[in-house]
Nanobody, 124 residues
Framework: QVQLVESGGGSVQAGGSLRLSCAASGYTYSMYMGWFRQAPGKEREGVAVIDHNGSTGYADSVKGRFTVSKTNANNTLVLQMNSLKPEDTAMYYC???????????????????WGQGTQVTVSS
């Protein structure tokens, strides 16, 4: 059974940085993984994804500010978030898919396993 545990959320002022980590267990390195977020009253949206080849995808709203990476050795997914904005405030979720490769769009329905989430709050 795949288990995903996020860490690294918190509160920061606009313009600041945070680094989210997701520790995966019961998982093979070949999985396609990603980060999603959900703000109160809004739908869950894809933020950044990475597949087993290292191909990445980003939401337009975070391109140039966020970087997703994955270490196969210890099954850790990382999201480095820079130049944070108040609109980045949300619960951030780590997700793992049974697919191996990024299909070209950030779709929550491609992901079968989800973490509990970590809160990110950005104040202006």
């Amino acid at each position: 059974q795949v288990q995903l545990v996020e860490s690294g959320g918190g509160s920061v002022q606009a313009g600041g940085s945070l680094r989210l980590s997701c520790a995966a267990s019961g998982y093979t390195y070949s999985m396609y993984m990603g980060w999603f977020r959900q703000a109160p009253g809004k739908e869950r949206e894809g933020v950044a994804v990475i597949d087993h080849n290292g191909s990445t995808g980003y939401a337009d709203s975070v391109k140039g500010r966020f970087t997703v990476s994955k270490t196969n050795a210890n099954n850790t997914l990382v999201l480095q978030m820079n130049s944070l904005k108040p609109e980045d405030t949300a619960m951030y979720y780590c997700a793992a898919s049974i697919l191996a490769s990024y299909p070209g769009e950030l779709a929550a329905e491609d992901f079968a396993y989800w973490g509990q989430g970590t809160q990110v709050t950005v104040s202006s």
